[in-house]
């Protein structure tokens, strides 16, 4: 676990539009403690740490311009290792002993899920990220709000931009993990909506090294693409096997292959592949966030929705925050009394503008809609390039049915 407090984000052209809200003087005040647990070394890991960081930009930016009502914003950080036990004993630890606001983290299903019923039984709201497994919020959970999309979101997505490229037939392959089989179901469900047809499918367990035997039924068929639901190690077996074994048909992955690690392993088997992302690099403030992280960490990062959806998550943290019946139960000492104010600001306001998305989405949320993403207007294409380094703006007259 670690802390982090003040810090100071010098964006050279990001606007983050915080000092309204942030007046006082922090120093007779007490810290306001937002609790963050995420993978942060484990399969996962890569999508921890980037919203981690994205988060802290939000953090740290608002404590430079002086807190919230002169609060200083304090961070506590757990590894939940991808462990949806340890996950949930860190959200309980949270609520209980560090007296923390609100939990934010969430990328893997499994320790999503398991956080979920914690923050029911201490009433404290729960961000969750990018955790996409659909039943997560078919039955909207009282404190929890998620930022990232549904993977029936992204099944929307990818079924129409097939739907538009002349598609009519495909083959799916997953792992059979949560991720991977939800997937999957909604996948068939999508495609069907637009006339595609699954003519062959396949599952495999995470830890298969050889995926030889489903590539090869896959290749038999006459699917005219291949639909890649994976997590990063074993997405990366599997590209690499659709190259060795010569495939020859356009591949779309879902998000899992924004990650870096999966890019990293399959190297140039990950090139031309398509992957839904939710991050506009056409738009002026994604580019100065990018450069802000950049500058702030001392490190190139690809455009991906793993940084944006922490920052985002946190900068909704901080506005709702802000709001007059949340100041005065923290300043009165009843953090319960905050963390339900901070619930029902979330719902009062109900949209927030952020970095995911087109220009003219929004997240929104209700009390009977707890994931903020838009069915439309959200997903942007994207694909890999130059052995699996970059992520660059696709060419579509290039992804037709193969023959």
């Not at 647990?37 to 988060?55: F, K, M, Q, V």
């Not at 099944?155 to 490229?165: F, G, P, S, V």
């Not at 009390?367 to 069915?375: A, E, L, V, W």
């Not at 994207?382 to 007259?397: K, Q």
């Amino acid at each position: 676990m670690t802390r982090t407090g003040k810090g100071l984000l010098r964006t050279g052209g990001l606007a983050l539009a915080m000092t309204a809200l942030m007046a006082g003087t922090a120093l007779s005040k007490d810290a306001i403690r937002i609790c963050s647990i995420d993978d942060r070394s484990g399969a996962a890991a890569d999508t921890g740490n980037e919203s981690y960081r994205g988060l802290k930009m939000a953090v740290e930016a608002a404590n430079a311009a002086g807190g919230i009502n002169g609060h200083m914003i304090e961070m506590i950080e757990y590894d939940g290792k991808t462990d949806p036990q340890l996950s949930a004993s860190f959200a309980a630890r949270c609520a209980e002993d560090d007296n923390a606001l609100l939990i934010i983290g969430g990328n893997p299903a499994g320790p999503a899920a398991a956080v979920m019923p914690i923050a029911g039984e201490y009433d404290i709201p729960f961000f969750m990220l990018s955790a996409g497994t659909d039943n997560l919020t078919d039955n909207p959970a009282p404190w929890l709000f998620r930022f990232g999309p549904r993977n029936a979101q992204d099944a929307i997505a990818y079924a129409q931009l097939l739907d538009q490229q002349g598609f009519k037939k495909v083959a799916l392959i997953y792992n059979t993990l949560p991720f991977g089989l939800d997937s999957a179901t909604v996948a068939r469900k999508y495609l069907a909506e637009h006339g595609i047809s699954v003519v062959a499918e396949e599952g495999y367990d995470i830890a298969a090294t050889d995926l030889s035997p489903q590539v090869l039924n896959l290749k038999a068929s006459d699917a005219e693409a291949v639909l890649v639901f994976p997590y990063p190690a074993d997405g990366a077996r599997v590209l690499k096997t659709l190259d060795q074994l010569q495939v020859g048909k356009p591949v779309v992955v879902s998000r899992s292959a924004l990650l870096k690690t999966l890019r990293e392993i399959a190297g140039p088997a990950s090139d031309g592949i398509l992957i839904p992302n939710t991050v506009d690099t056409g738009r002026a403030d994604v580019q100065a966030f990018f450069q802000a992280y950049e500058q702030a960490y001392g490190e190139e990062t690809q455009p991906t929705l793993y940084p944006v959806i922490g920052y985002d998550a946190g900068m909704v943290a901080l506005q709702v925050m802000a709001r007059p019946d949340v100041m005065a139960a923290i300043e009165g000492g009843d953090i319960q009394a905050a963390r339900t104010a901070l619930r029902d600001g979330v719902l009062a306001q109900g949209t927030f503008k952020g970095l995911q998305g087109k220009e003219t989405a929004s997240y929104s949320f209700a009390d009977d809609k707890r994931h903020g993403s838009p069915d439309q207007d959200w997903f942007i294409f994207t694909t890999v390039a130059n052995g699996g380094a970059d992520l660059v703006p696709p060419d579509l007259s290039k992804f037709v049915p193969a023959h």
